[in-house]
């Protein structure tokens, strides 16, 4: 059975980094083919794609937030963490991690999603 | 702005068919990149409803089907039922983006 959920502070202040971890079961990611993306949807708005990191530990992110993200696995702990530099309140949204088995198969399994608040 | 231009709501009575499309463009429903279709009811994760275009996961009901052609791409679903209520987004890829995912801005289905 594939699960995944996340964890990470509720509440961030504008300008911190907000550092998100993804804590699956069920697959391996080390396992060739496995992908863990990001994908954040801020309230009564869309979802938007965030990053992704492959088994083979190749990392891939958003266009227009690259320069905020890092995106890193820890296989042996059956682990995602995703940073975002200088938080800012238009950063508020609900973020999912979500499982593919290829680069471009789709989203198979989503964790239950993890509010961020960013206010002082 | 997304990527792949979905309709913000549409609605039908219970019984009724009603569709949703997904617009996109030659970099990617129409350079060839699947589409996926995500169920996210009120409150709750998105699910994947259909992927590949057509094709139903394990215990979607057979009343979603998913089609493509060209640029754009079409979810319908029959028999509406109240339970069917939910947002709905469509996915794909591309090109101009280095591969990366893409979504529609989500359709608000009511059931009347």
């Known amino acids: 059975q594939v699960t995944l959920r996340e964890s990470g502070p509720a509440l961030v202040k504008p300008t911190q980094t907000l550092t998100l971890t993804c804590t699956f079961s069920?697959?391996?990611?080390?396992?060739?083919?496995?992908?863990v993306s990001w994908i954040r949807q801020p309230p009564g708005k869309a979802l938007e794609w965030l990053a992704r990191i492959d088994w083979d530990d190749d990392t891939y992110y958003s266009t227009s937030l690259k320069t905020r993200l890092t995106i890193s696995k820890d296989t042996s702990k059956n682990q995602v963490v995703l940073t975002m530099t200088n938080m800012d309140p238009v950063d508020t949204a609900t973020y999912y991690c979500?499982?593919?088995?290829?680069?471009?198969?789709?989203?198979?399994?989503w964790g239950q999603g993890t509010p961020v608040t960013v206010s002082s | 702005q997304s990527v792949l231009t979905q309709p913000p709501s549409v609605s039908g009575a219970p019984g009724q068919r009603v569709t949703i499309s997904c617009t996109g463009s030659?970099?990617?429903?129409?350079?060839?990149?699947?589409v996926h279709w995500y169920q996210q009811l009120p409150g709750t994760a998105p699910k994947l409803l259909i992927y590949?275009?057509?094709n139903r996961p394990s215990g979607v009901p057979d009343r979603f089907s998913g089609s493509k052609s060209g640029t754009s791409a079409s979810l319908a679903i029959t028999g509406l039922q109240a339970e069917d209520e939910a947002d709905y987004y469509c996915q794909s890829y591309d090109s101009s983006l280095s591969g990366s995912p893409v979504f529609g801005g989500g359709t608000k289905l009511t059931v009347l």
């Open positions: 069920g697959f391996s990611l080390s396992t060739s083919g496995m992908c």
């Open positions: 030659s970099s990617n429903i129409g350079a060839g990149y699947d």
């Open positions: 979500a499982r593919s088995t290829t680069t471009v198969t789709p989203l198979d399994y």
């Open positions: 590949d275009n057509s």
